[in-house]
């Protein structure tokens, strides 16, 4: 099985409600990224949270990370036309390169 | 958000031709890398360049790839004899001090 999954793989919701996208991983990690990216467009950073980091907030934006479960989650709270995209999350392991490992995304669609 | 300016943005080429992609990242960051994803997949990590060397790369990067940087600015990924399966979003990436990585806008590879 592959390392990095996002669930759902697509979520499909009204303009104004919360988004919640969901990212599990195999391995011990040094930190977890998630990234926005538009049809055919470049990966634009979201967020950055450590292994020793619970949560963490960036505008309408919440990251939480829990290394027992090796899970993370992106909510986006107020959700807009705009924030429709795929999301990614990427882990980077506590061993070895810096390299981020992808997980398949979740095709978000806010619907207005 | 530190810039990493990708070209071309777009090239078509024919099966077995060499084509070399260009990232032209904002220099003192030493850590360098190249992705790619095939259309409707995740992100796939290629090779990372440390300090002007290899210091990773995955099972994809064979011999038909290689990463140079030539003159100390410009980073470039080149393969060799093209296939059909090449046929992806490339995208360079370079790691800001405390591990955020941030990718360029890719470049989008399709061979006929």
């Known amino acids: 099985s592959q390392q990095g999954e996002e669930d759902p793989q697509a979520l499909s919701i009204q303009e104004g409600e919360n988004a919640t996208m969901n990212c599990s991983y195999k391995t011990s990690i040094n930190n977890l990224q998630w990234y926005r990216q538009n049809s055919g467009r470049g990966l634009v950073h979201l967020i950055l949270?450590?292994?020793?980091?619970r949560e963490k907030h960036s505008g309408r934006l919440r990251v939480t990370l829990d290394t027992s479960k090796k899970s993370s989650s992106l909510l986006i709270t107020a959700s807009r036309a705009a924030d429709t995209a795929s999301y990614f999350c990427?882990?980077?392991?506590?061993?070895?390169?810096?390299?981020?490992?992808f997980g398949q995304g979740t095709r978000l669609t806010i619907n207005p | 958000e530190p810039e990493v300016t990708q070209t071309p943005s777009h090239q078509v080429t024919q099966m077995g031709q060499e084509v070399i992609l260009r990232c032209v990242p904002i220099?003192?960051?030493?850590?360098f890398y190249w992705y790619r994803q095939i259309l409707g997949q995740k992100v796939e990590f290629l090779v990372s360049?440390?300090?002007?060397?290899?210091?990773?790369k995955s099972e994809i990067f064979d011999d038909q790839f290689s990463v140079e940087r030539p003159d100390g600015s410009n980073f470039t990924l080149k393969i060799r004899s093209t296939k059909l399966e090449d046929s992806a979003m490339y995208f360079c990436?370079?790691?800001?001090?405390?591990?955020?990585?941030?990718f360029g806008e890719g470049s989008w590879l399709t061979v006929v």
């Open positions: 949270i450590r292994s020793n980091e």
């Open positions: 360049f440390y300090n002007n060397e290899i210091s990773e």
């Open positions: 990427a882990h980077q392991k506590i061993q070895g390169a810096q390299k981020l490992v």
């Open positions: 990436a370079r790691d800001v001090s405390g591990n955020t990585i941030y």
């Open positions: 220099s003192n960051h030493l850590y």
